[in-house]
T-cell receptor
Framework: DQQVKQNSPSLSVQEGRISILNCDYT??????FLWYKKYPAEGPTFLIS?????DKNEDGRFTVFLNKSAKHLSLHIVPSQPGDSAVYFC?????????????FGKGTHLIIQP | NAGVTQTPKFRVLKTGQSMTLLCAQD?????MYWYRQDPGMGLRLIHY???????AKGEVPDGYNVSRLKKQNFLLGLESAAPSQTSVYFC????????????FGPGTRLTVT
């Protein structure tokens, strides 16, 4: 039973436009959410996170929105750049960021078209 | 700062062989983790450690053992490798206070034939 779902395996966006990546979760105990970016043959790199006490967090071109009632979060990248082409993973943590690891979605492969 | 490093980067094993994957971090992080990633899947937690000398099971611990004898190192062992353990293995670490983001190593690609 997948607790973190990324329903779009891939997404193609034109350079300069907005990229929106979506993530849904089922576990009500999740209270901290993170987005990771992964290039082929490399480890995931932390991008941005959000606590359940907020509904938005911004860092440069990246913004994460959290809708707790819908158990949904999204990552907005604007403007999209060629270097943003990568696999993006949504991850969640329960119990105030407890030590017991992150639960990951399957990832969305973002392709930025020139 | 090297961050999180993993040794080896690639390995091919025959069924039944054993091996140890080494993870090292130089950020003085308390918590360390081992994940595996299979094609089309997200990362799944194998084992983790909240400090030197302590380990705990994650989501998919069967067939693996771990040890944390030093704070900076976290070892993942396969006693008798099986083809189902063919995967990419990632180690991660994080602080124990406040910041919850984990920092990942580059991964070890393991093939069991």
């Amino acid at each position: 039973d997948q607790q973190v779902k990324q329903n779009s395996p891939s997404l193609s966006v034109q350079e300069g436009r907005i990229s929106i990546l979506n993530c849904d979760y089922t576990n009500s105990m999740f209270d901290y959410f993170l987005w990771y970016k992964k290039y082929p043959a490399e480890g995931p790199t932390f991008l941005i996170s959000i606590s359940s006490i907020k509904d938005k967090n911004e860092d440069g071109r990246f913004t994460v929105f959290l809708n707790k009632s819908a158990k949904h979060l999204s990552l907005h990248i604007v403007p999209s750049q060629p270097g943003d082409s990568a696999v993006y993973f949504c991850a969640a943590s329960a119990l105030g960021g407890g030590a017991d690891g992150l639960t990951f979605g399957k990832g969305t492969h973002l392709i930025i078209q020139p | 700062n090297a961050g999180v490093t993993q040794t080896p980067k690639f390995r091919v094993l025959k069924t039944g062989q054993s091996m140890t994957l080494l993870c090292a971090q130089d950020m003085n992080h308390e918590y360390m983790y081992w994940y595996r990633q299979d094609p089309g899947m997200g990362l799944r937690l194998i084992h983790y450690s909240v400090g030197e000398g302590t380990t705990a099971k994650g989501e998919v611990p069967d067939g693996y053992n771990v040890s944390r004898l030093k704070k900076q190192n976290f070892l993942l062992g396969l006693e008798s490798a099986a083809p189902s353990q063919t995967s990419v293995y990632f180690c991660a670490s994080r602080r124990s206070d406040g910041a919850y983001e984990q920092y990942f190593g580059p991964g070890t690609r393991l093939t069991v034939t």
